[in-house]
């Protein structure tokens, strides 16, 4: 088993930047994939980045160029740093967590991870 907690959420103006951290605890070493996910307000969760165990890195249409998802297999962290924050960016940010190896595709189907942490709200406003 492995136990996801994010921290870093908050309220922020537009144009503003926020790091989110998510911190792995458990069966950490069999961890493959780590990604971020989020989910606004009567909408369905979306996919935001994800990041395999060795670096590389993949991110939805939406917020390539703005977000960088990065990872510390030392210290079981992943993080999110956002930039040029927009309002329709508001939101529940997820962590999630996946063993199974992937030679394929990455990994941004719900899904396809079999953790997730109970979530950290965003908020950016106009």
């Known amino acids: 088993q492995v136990q996801l907690v994010e921290s870093g959420g908050g309220l922020v103006q537009a144009g503003g930047s926020l790091r989110l951290s998510c911190a792995a605890s458990g069966r950490t070493f069999r961890i493959y994939a780590m990604g971020w996910f989020r989910q606004a307000p009567g909408k369905e969760r979306e996919f935001v980045a994800t990041?395999?165990?060795?670096?590389?890195?993949y991110y939805s249409d939406s917020v390539k160029g703005r977000f960088t998802i990065s990872r510390d297999n030392a210290k079981n962290m992943v993080y999110l740093q956002m930039n040029s924050l927009k309002p329709e960016d508001t939101a529940i940010y997820y962590c999630?967590?996946?063993?199974?190896?992937?030679?394929?595709?990455?990994?941004?189907?719900?899904?396809?991870?079999?953790?997730w942490g109970q979530g950290t709200q965003v908020t950016v406003s106009s």
């Open positions: 990041i395999r165990s060795a670096g590389s890195t």
């Open positions: 999630t967590a996946d063993q199974r190896y992937s030679s394929g595709s990455y990994k941004y189907r719900a899904g396809e991870y079999d953790y």
